[in-house]
T-cell receptor, first 109, second 115 residues
Framework: GQQLNQSPQSMFIQEGEDVSMNCTSSSIFNTWLWYKQDPGEGPVLLIALYKAGELTSNGRLTAQFGITRKDSFLNISASIPSDVGIYFCAGPNNNDMRFGAGTRLTVKP | NAGVMQNPRHLVRRRGQEARLRCSPMKGHSHVYWYRQLPEEGLKFMVYLQKENIIDESGMPKERFSAEFPKEGPSILRIQQVVRGDSAAYFC?????????????FGPGTRLTVL
């Protein structure tokens, strides 16, 4: 099946810094989704990407769908404490969604 | 417009008991998905249902687990004779349309602890 590899596994940054994380796959995806999960909650959709090369922003978040369709990155600019959480990339796999293992972000005030 | 609702939020069961997890999709959504999440891991697909139909249960363990989405009422994930390894967070998601590529919206999850 399709595997999604996320890196880094965890990040510790200072408030105000920019953050970059990425997701790669051994096979092609036609859609990339980025979710954020707060402790004790379900994942919340941040950005959806539908076309290779697409660059999409949502506030301080920017995500790109790689040209090869095998990777995607998520950037967060000027991080704030509430950005803390786990960020997951996901892509459709037949009838379900395949998730990466997540990048755990810690923001120090 | 309420989001996906799940209850209970926390469920404690002893080994051998049954666990019933409920999920009400977003209004207007007729496609429901169940996922399981172990600590420090991503979500793993279990089953995809439409009203009264199981579309894909390829991620569901063959024994003790079952799911339904009746014509009326919430979707139910049922685990019989629970074991310690069933302890996990179980998330339900819904979408307006089914199939790959459509955005899925998640509920807050049910955290199952098996003693």
């Amino acid at each position: 099946g399709q595997q999604l590899n996320q890196s880094p596994q965890s990040m510790f940054i200072q408030e105000g810094e920019d953050v970059s994380m990425n997701c790669t796959s051994s096979s092609i995806f036609n859609t990339w989704l980025w979710y954020k999960q707060d402790p004790g909650e379900g994942p919340v959709l941040l950005i959806a990407l539908y076309k290779a090369g697409e660059l999409t922003s949502n506030g301080r978040l920017t995500a790109q769908f790689g040209i090869t369709r095998k990777d995607s990155f998520l950037n967060i600019s000027a991080s704030i404490p509430s950005d803390v959480g786990i960020y997951f990339c996901a892509g459709p796999n037949n009838n379900d969604m395949r998730f990466g293992a997540g990048t755990r972000l810690t923001v120090k005030p | 417009n309420a989001g996906v609702m799940q209850n209970p939020r926390h469920l404690v069961r002893r080994r051998g008991q049954e666990a019933r997890l409920r999920c009400s999709p977003m209004k207007g959504h007729s496609h429901v998905y169940w996922y399981r999440q172990l600590p420090e891991e991503g979500l793993k697909f279990m089953v995809y249902l439409q009203k009264e139909n199981i579309i894909d249960e390829s991620g569901m363990p063959k024994e003790r687990f079952s799911a339904e989405f009746p014509k009326e009422g919430p979707s139910i994930l049922r685990i019989q004779q629970v074991v310690r390894g069933d302890s996990a967070a179980y998330f339900c998601a819904s979408s307006k349309w089914g199939g790959p590529g459509y955005e899925q919206f998640f509920g807050p999850g049910t955290r199952l602890t098996v003693l």
